[in-house]
């Protein structure tokens, strides 16, 4: 089964600062990274998706993230936040189920951006 | 937004009675999945569906039985609520479960259990 690290719990940042939130993947042949954004009491909204080709992905509300391979990681960026991007953030991996052909979500423990005035 | 219903959205209930969410989608898809999500652990896979009366366990299935009569809605039954239940709830669905295929979800049942 597959594994998702999210290194920070909480990542505090003043508005317009630039922000890196981390993701690191277990390895396997081929993967698939998704990040989604929860804010409060609300569900999970897709971010962005790796799925193949450029390792730079863009997503929306200025969201970007770089695929890196070698140090299996999947790390979200912002260049500047805004007040309104205080929420958490996943990151998930699609975990194949052993002989289904089938494969489901596995989701990292969360990140919750804090951004302050 | 994708057309995920979850009912209801919050609920105090006593422990050791039986409680039953409910997810209602209207896009067809074919795949529904229920996750709890609790601080500290993220999102927890329960049970999933791939097809009406199709269902598989997931992570953290004890406790939990779901059952799919049609293809717009998935219950997830707890038999008999225990305290380590309270959590939310999270119903998501997926027009295919290939791997490079994201799941959208519903807005979430707060269940308290007391």
């Known amino acids: 089964a597959q594994s998702v690290t999210q290194l920070d719990s909480q990542v505090p940042v003043f508005e317009e600062a630039p922000v890196e939130l981390r993701c690191n993947y277990s390895?396997?042949?081929?993967?698939?990274l998704f990040w989604y954004v929860q804010y409060p009491n609300q569900g999970l909204q897709l971010l962005l998706k790796?799925?193949?080709?450029?390792?730079l992905v863009k997503g929306i509300n200025g969201f970007e993230a770089e695929f890196n391979k070698s140090q299996t990681s999947f790390h979200l960026r912002k260049p500047s936040v805004h007040i309104s991007d205080t929420a958490e953030y996943f990151c998930?991996?699609?975990?194949?189920?052993?002989?289904?052909?089938?494969?489901?979500?596995?989701f990292g423990k969360g990140t919750m951006l804090l951004v302050s005035p | 937004d994708a057309g995920i219903t979850q009912s209801p959205r919050h609920k105090v209930t006593e422990t050791g009675t039986p409680v039953t969410l409910r997810c209602h989608q209207t896009?067809?898809?074919?795949?529904m999945y229920w996750y709890r999500q609790d601080p500290g652990h993220g999102l927890r896979l329960i049970h999933y569906?791939?097809?009406?009366?199709?269902?598989d366990k997931g992570e953290v299935s004890d406790g939990y039985s779901v059952s799919r009569s049609k293809t717009e809605d998935f219950l997830l039954t707890l038999e008999s609520a225990t305290s380590s239940q309270t959590s939310v709830y999270f119903c998501?669905?997926?027009?295919?479960?290939?791997?490079?295929?994201?799941?959208?979800f519903g807005q979430g049942t707060r269940l308290t259990v007391v």
């Open positions: 896009e067809n898809h074919r795949y």
């Open positions: 790796y799925l193949s080709g450029s390792t």
């Open positions: 998930a991996v699609s975990d194949p189920i052993l002989n289904s052909g089938y494969s489901t979500l596995t």
């Open positions: 390895s396997s042949v081929s993967v698939y």
């Open positions: 998501a669905i997926s027009e295919r479960q290939t791997q490079n295929t994201e799941a959208f």
């Open positions: 569906s791939y097809g009406v009366k199709d269902t």
